[in-house]
C-alpha cells in the first residue's frame, strides 16, 4: 500500500495526478466496496456534510451513482439540474458557484458542457470540488471506476494493453482514461475513424490506429465509447451504419481478440451501434460491473477531497489568532 | 509654450538620428532638435538617460464607443494609451453604431473632440453595419474623416464586393485593413486548433481560416491593382505568404500584436480567459516565424489590438468568454522586453515598428521627431521595471494577458502636440 497523503479538496481531472495519488483512490474504493454488500448499506463517513450535485447537462446515471455514494457515506444530498436553476435566467457559473457556497455545502460535484468549467469553478469556491464531466475535457471518476473495474478483473495496471475505442476527439472519458491508465503503466491504443482524431493528438500518451483489428489483437480490455451521430453537425462524421461495420465491437471481432479479453463501455450503450447486443451482455462484458463499481470510486473520491477540506480549514483554523 | 527636453537620446528614424540630443518644444511642434539648446525661459525636462521616442502610433485600437461605454470610453481608452506612450490610436469601426456613414462618424467625431486625451482617428467599416452585403459610400466617408477602412472583428466574405471595396478605396486614396478569417473555417472554434487544444477539450481554430484568407485578400488586392493592410497576423503561414507577395511587388503591409511575439497557445492552458483572442496564441513555431517577420521587415507595424471586455464577459468558462487582450499599456513594454532587449530589434527599428510605419501606412503625419512636427513625444526609462498589476490599469476593463507579468520600460513622461499630458503616475 501507498503511504502517501490525499490533500486536494478538488478532483478536477487525472492529468494533474500522480500514480501515488491515483493509487490511493483506487485502494480507498476498494475499502468502501464491501459497503454496499452490507444490509445496512451505510457508513457515516459524511454525516453532516452536504454533498450538490451541480448538473448543467442532463446526466441520469452519473447524477445517480455520485448521489447513491453520497449516500451510502450518510451525507445529505441535494441536486441541481439546470432546467430547474437560475442559469437560465443568466445566472453565472461563479455566482451559481458562491451561492452554493452560502448555502455551507461542502462539496460540490459538476457537469458541465464545457472544458475547463470544473476548473473555474474551484478557483472561485472554498468548497470541494469535483469534475463529472467537462466538455471534452476530463471525466475522472468515469476513468476511476474503468481502472478500478480493469484492476479488480485482470489483478494489476501495470503493463496491460488497453483499447479505446470510439469518437476520441469529442471524449472526456477517452482523455481521462489516458491520463489515468498511462500513468499506471498500461499501454493505450486509440482507435478511431481518421476524423474522429483531434489535431495534436500526440501529445497524449496513446498510440493510434484506425484499424480495429489490428487494436483488438493485443488487447487486455476494450473500453467502447458511446457514439453519438447528433453531435454539432459541423465537423465530419461517420455515417452510422459504415461506423457499425468498421468499428462496431461484434462477437466476431472478438472471437479473433484474446479469450479473456474485457468489454468496457461508460454507459448509456446503442446498441448495434457501436456495440452489438450479443457482445453487451456476453460474458466478456463487465459493464454491470463497471456501474457497481462506480458507487465505491466515487464514495472514496467524495471521501478523500472532503477530509482533505477539513484538515485544510482546521489548519487554517488554528493559525487564526483567538481574539 | 516652450517646452525644452534636454540631454535625452533622441531615436528617429525617419530622419535616421540616434544621438543625445535636446528637444525644443514651440507652440505644438518641435522646433528645433541639437545639442545644447540653449533656453532660459522654457520649461525643462531633463532626459539624462532616457530614450526620446515619437508618440506611438498604435493602429488597432477598439475604444469601444459609441455602443459599449461600459467597456471602455474614449477618454478612459486614450488616458491608458498616454500611459503606454501611444499618442494617437486608430479606433476601430465595431462600435454601436458602426462607423459605417458620416453621421455615425460625427458622433464619435463629436466624443472625441469632448474627451480625447490623445489623437484619435476613425477607421470606417467597409461595409454597412460590417454584414458584408453593402459597401458604405467610401468616398463620403473619407470625406468625412476615416482615416482607413476595416470591418475588423469579420472578414468580408463576398470576394466580388470585397475586391470592389479595394478598388473604391484606391480611388478614393484610402486604405483597407484586413481582419482575415474564414469564419466557416474557424467553425466556431475558442483557441488555436493544435495540442494544446486537443489536451483542454477546447475546440480549434485551424491555421487556415486566417493564411487562406491572407491569401485570398492579397490575389484580389494585386486583381485590383489596389493595396491593403493585413492585421494581427499570428501564423507563420501568413507571414509566408505576406513575404511573397512583398517580393512580387504586391502592395500590402502588416502588422502583427505583441501577444503574438510574446505568448504561445500554452498559456490557454488553465483555461485564462485573458488568453482567448482572436486570432488565437499559436504554437512557438508561429511566435517565431512573427519575430522573424519583424526582424526581416515582412511585417511592418505592430499595434495592439486594444481589445477591452468587462469582468462579466471574461469570468466566465472559457468557451462563453468574449476575444481578445487589453494593450495600450503594456505594448511598449512588451516590444522593449522581448524584441529589444533580446536583440532581435534595435531601438531605431522598434520605432519603426511602432511609430514610423504605422503612420505611413495610414498617411498621416506623425511618428517623427524631426523640426516642424507634431509635438508627439514619449519619453521613456528603457532599463526600469515594473508588474503589470491590475489594480494600476487605467484602461476601464483589466483583461490584459499579461497581468503578474515583469517587463522592462517605462514612459516617464507623454507629450501630445507640445502639452505634458502624461507623467510618470499622473495624468494632467
Not at chain 2, 514610423?356 to 509635438?375: M, V
Request: charged share 25%; net charge positive; hydrophobic share 40%.
Amino acid at each position: 500500500m501507498t503511504n502517501t497523503a490525499w490533500t486536494r479538496k478538488d478532483l478536477l481531472g487525472l492529468e494533474d495526478l500522480s500514480r501515488e495519488e491515483i493509487e490511493l483512490i483506487l485502494a480507498t474504493a476498494e475499502t468502501f466496496k464491501e459497503v454496499s454488500t452490507r444490509e445496512i448499506k451505510k457508513v457515516p463517513a459524511l454525516r453532516g456534510k452536504t454533498v450538490v450535485n451541480l448538473f448543467f447537462e442532463p446526466s441520469t446515471r452519473t447524477r445517480v451513482s455520485f448521489e447513491v455514494a453520497a449516500k451510502r457515506l450518510s451525507a445529505d444530498v441535494i441536486n441541481i439540474a439546470v432546467e430547474t436553476s437560475s442559469v437560465k435566467k443568466g445566472e453565472t457559473l461563479i455566482d451559481t458557484g458562491t451561492n452554493i457556497q452560502a448555502l455551507k455545502a461542502d462539496i460540490i460535484v459538476m457537469r458541465h458542457n464545457c472544458s475547463g468549467a470544473a476548473q473555474v469553478f474551484a478557483q472561485h469556491v472554498d468548497l470541494s470540488v469535483v469534475n463529472a464531466g467537462d466538455g471534452w475535457h476530463e471525466h475522472p471518476t468515469q476513468a476511476l471506476l474503468d481502472i478500478f473495474t480493469l484492476k479488480e478483473k485482470l489483478g494489476k495496471i501495470e503493463g496491460l494493453n488497453v483499447t479505446i475505442v470510439g469518437d476520441i476527439a469529442h471524449s472526456r472519458v477517452a482523455r481521462s482514461n489516458i491520463w489515468g491508465l498511462s500513468k499506471l503503466g498500461a499501454k493505450v491504443t486509440v482507435c478511431a475513424p481518421k476524423m474522429l482524431i483531434p489535431a495534436g493528438f500526440e501529445v497524449f500518451p496513446a498510440q493510434v490506429t484506425h484499424n480495429l483489428d489490428e487494436a483488438l489483437a493485443k488487447a487486455d480490455a476494450v473500453n467502447v465509447l458511446r457514439m453519438q451521430f447528433e453531435r454539432d453537425g459541423q465537423t465530419a462524421f461517420p455515417e452510422q451504419m459504415e461506423y457499425f461495420r468498421n468499428f462496431g465491437i461484434t462477437e466476431e471481432r472478438i472471437a479473433k481478440a484474446k479469450k479473456n479479453i474485457l468489454v468496457m463501455h461508460p454507459g448509456p450503450l446503442n446498441r448495434g451501434i457501436e456495440i452489438s447486443s450479443e457482445v453487451a451482455d456476453g460474458q466478456n462484458s463487465v459493464i454491470l460491473e463497471q456501474v457497481t463499481n462506480g458507487i465505491a470510486v466515487r464514495m472514496a473520491v467524495l471521501f478523500l477531497v472532503a477530509q482533505a477540506r477539513d484538515r485544510k480549514n482546521a489548519i487554517a483554523n488554528k493559525k487564526r489568532p483567538r481574539n | 509654450m516652450r517646452l525644452l527636453i534636454k540631454n535625452g537620446r533622441v531615436i528617429d528614424p525617419a530622419s535616421k538620428t540616434d544621438e543625445i540630443l535636446d528637444v525644443l518644444i514651440d507652440n505644438s511642434r518641435i522646433a528645433n532638435i541639437s545639442k545644447d539648446i540653449k533656453n532660459g525661459s522654457s520649461q525643462i525636462i531633463d532626459a539624462t538617460g532616457k530614450i526620446i521616442i515619437p508618440g506611438i502610433v498604435d493602429m488597432h485600437v477598439h475604444l469601444r464607443e459609441p455602443g459599449r461605454e461600459d467597456k471602455e470610453t474614449v477618454l478612459t481608452g486614450t488616458l491608458a494609451a498616454l500611459k503606454g506612450g501611444v499618442t494617437s490610436v486608430l479606433a476601430m469601426a465595431n462600435t454601436n453604431p458602426a462607423m459605417d456613414c458620416p453621421e455615425s462618424l460625427d458622433i464619435l467625431k463629436q466624443i472625441i473632440k469632448k474627451s480625447a486625451k490623445c489623437n484619435v482617428y476613425i477607421c470606417a467599416a467597409i461595409t454597412k453595419k460590417r454584414q458584408g452585403r453593402e459597401l458604405v459610400n467610401i468616398a463620403r466617408l473619407k470625406k468625412s474623416g476615416a482615416v482607413a477602412l476595416s470591418d475588423d472583428g469579420v472578414s468580408v466574405d463576398e470576394k466580388v464586393l470585397f475586391s470592389k471595396a479595394v478598388k473604391k478605396a484606391k480611388q478614393s486614396g484610402i486604405l483597407i485593413i484586413c481582419h482575415c478569417e474564414d469564419l466557416r473555417l474557424s467553425g466556431g472554434g475558442v483557441m488555436n486548433l493544435g495540442a494544446v487544444s486537443t489536451r483542454l477539450g477546447l475546440k480549434g481554430i485551424p491555421r487556415e481560416s486566417e493564411y487562406k484568407r491572407v491569401e485570398r485578400d492579397i490575389i484580389l488586392a494585386k486583381e485590383t491593382l489596389g493595396s491593403v493592410h493585413i492585421a494581427h497576423v499570428s501564423c507563420k503561414e501568413s507571414v509566408d505568404i505576406i513575404a511573397q507577395a512583398k517580393k512580387k511587388g504586391a502592395k500590402v503591409t502588416a502588422e502583427t500584436a505583441p501577444h503574438y511575439f510574446t505568448l504561445t497557445e500554452e498559456a490557454v492552458s488553465g483555461y485564462n480567459t485573458n488568453m482567448k483572442m482572436n486570432p488565437p496564441l499559436r504554437t512557438q513555431a508561429d511566435r517565431q516565424a512573427i519575430i522573424e517577420g519583424l526582424k526581416s521587415g515582412v511585417i511592418d507595424a505592430i499595434a495592439s489590438d486594444h481589445a477591452p471586455h468587462t469582468v462579466n464577459e471574461k469570468d466566465v468558462e472559457f468557451d462563453r468568454a468574449e476575444f481578445g487582450t487589453i494593450g495600450l499599456e503594456t505594448s511598449l513594454s512588451l516590444g522593449i522586453t522581448e524584441l529589444v532587449d533580446k536583440n532581435i530589434l534595435t531601438w531605431p527599428e522598434l520605432v519603426k515598428k511602432f511609430c514610423l510605419n504605422p503612420s505611413k501606412i495610414l498617411k498621416i503625419d506623425k511618428g517623427t521627431l524631426r523640426a516642424g512636427a507634431d509635438a508627439d513625444i514619449a519619453i521613456v526609462s528603457a532599463d526600469k521595471e515594473w508588474t503589470v498589476d491590475k489594480k494600476a490599469l487605467i484602461s476601464k476593463s483589466k483583461n490584459s494577458s499579461f497581468l503578474g507579468r515583469k517587463l522592462k520600460g517605462i514612459v516617464e513622461y507623454t507629450i501630445c502636440r507640445g502639452e505634458i499630458v502624461y507623467k510618470y503616475g499622473i495624468h494632467r
